[in-house]
């Protein structure tokens, strides 16, 4: 295997983890940019990388940057989630997702699939 990297593609609204240049992971976001929230809705690795903590250092990757740049971790995603849950020291820049943040995200995602 070769050196795994992980980057934000912003175009995208997503982190991606890579293996040579390949996307093989992915957690997706959805920025609301008028309360500086970032709202994480889905994480997946491809199924031959599973098992190889490459989710856990997904998952870092972005929560910290997503601090780093002053934004509020808002999760729905199911894995980033649990991911807070085990990882106290993110408490003091999580939302919980209210009516509103499911409202907005909704309309994000039908937006992004044309529907």
């Known amino acids: 295997m070769s050196p795994i990297t992980i980057r934000q593609n912003p175009e995208r609204s997503r982190f991606e983890v890579l293996d040579a240049g390949t996307v093989i992971g992915r957690a997706y976001y959805a920025d609301r940019e008028d309360d500086g929230l970032r709202i994480f809705y889905h994480t997946a690795i491809d199924d031959e ?26 999760s729905v995603c199911p894995y980033i989630k649990k991911y807070l849950e085990k990882h106290p020291e993110y408490s003091a820049n999580v939302k919980t997702p209210n009516p509103a943040i499911l409202e907005f995200l909704s309309g994000y995602l039908a937006q992004r699939t044309g529907r």
């Open 49 to 74: 990388y599973s098992g190889r903590g490459l989710a856990g250092r997904l998952a870092a990757q972005a929560l910290n940057e997503t601090v780093a740049a002053g934004l509020t971790i808002v």
